[in-house]
């Protein structure tokens, strides 16, 4: 997508654009035999990604660090939609006890899983190491999801095989993933303070995002799996995950004020990638503005994908150990 579309709304092939919104891309899909669980689907734009998908007849679990905030989302919700099935879930992805702990609590519900939609994160955050010992970013975007998705593979793949329905993973990546450390992702340094830069670790961990969707979706390729994995980057909108650099954040909105969006626009392409028929089969692939976009060079390298899976099992495997 231009600058132009980007500002002017102008629609793309998929016949949306950067002025969509959420329930505008979902119009008409019946989603009443999915279920859905949405990573920090009770505040931002994954509020409004559970709220939609609700809408639309989707059984939506919302995974929340907060659980009471993601309660009163959910009552919102209810009492918005009539017949809205929503149940909520405690997880904090920075924590590899607590992602453990919440597919263990979503398996004991004995239900189907449809769609995975990764997206809750933090943002330019100060240094700090998660309680398993990692840069706080790092651990959060990427090992928590990776980890989490692991964890409900078998899962989504006995859903898409007993009811024939595909199942999709979507990434919430970010146009950030371009603004990482040379060389793309410091194995090396994950956890060095004295090179740290907040803006580059979020663009290291949302290039990892990508990686993994790339990575993850080869193997279901050659497994004959029938899920997609894409990644998506919902566009720049004022959240909560800006909660770290939010004076900066409205200083930007200043001078960009044409390119940023509204929450339900900010939805959009994630319920796009996660509901639109028109994207059976599609997986590997990075969406902006609800239309293919090529990412940057780092998150089309085979090898540095295969290398971060590799890296992202063996840490996890080796706090499981200790």
Known sequence: MSIFSLVTGRP??????????????????D???????????????????????????????????????????????????????VDVLKLDLSSIKSVRSFVDNFHALHLPLNILINNAGV?????????????????????????????????????????????????????????????GICFEKINDKSSYSDKRA????????????????RRLQEEGANITVNSVHPGLIMTPLMRHSALLMRILKVFTCLLWKNVPQGAATTCYVALDPRLKGVTGKYYLDCNEMVPGAYARDQKLAREL??????WINSTSMS
């Open 202 to 217: 979020y663009g290291q961990s949302k290039l990892a995002n990508l990686l993994h969707a790339r990575e993850l979706s």
């Open 309 to 314: 899976w590799d890296y992202s099992n063996k």
């Open 31 to 85: 989603a009443s035999k999915l279920t859905v669980i949405v990573t920090g689907g009770g505040s931002g734009i994954g509020l409004e990604t559970s709220r939609v998908l609700a809408l639309r007849g989707a059984h939506v679990i919302i995974a929340a660090r907060n659980t009471e905030a993601a309660n009163k989302a959910k009552q919102v919700i209810v009492k918005d939609i009539e017949n809205a099935r």
């Open 123 to 183: 943002m330019f955050c100060p240094f700090q190491l998660s309680e398993d010992g990692i840069e706080m970013q790092f651990a959060t975007n990427h090992l928590g999801h990776f980890l989490l998705t692991n964890l409900l593979l078998d899962k989504m793949k006995d859903t898409a095989r007993t009811t024939g329905i595909e199942g999709r993973i979507v990434n919430l990546s970010s146009i950030a993933h371009l603004h990482t450390y040379e060389g």
């Open 12 to 29: 793309g092939p998929s016949g949306y654009g950067s002025a969509s919104t959420a329930e505008q891309v979902t119009q008409g899909i």
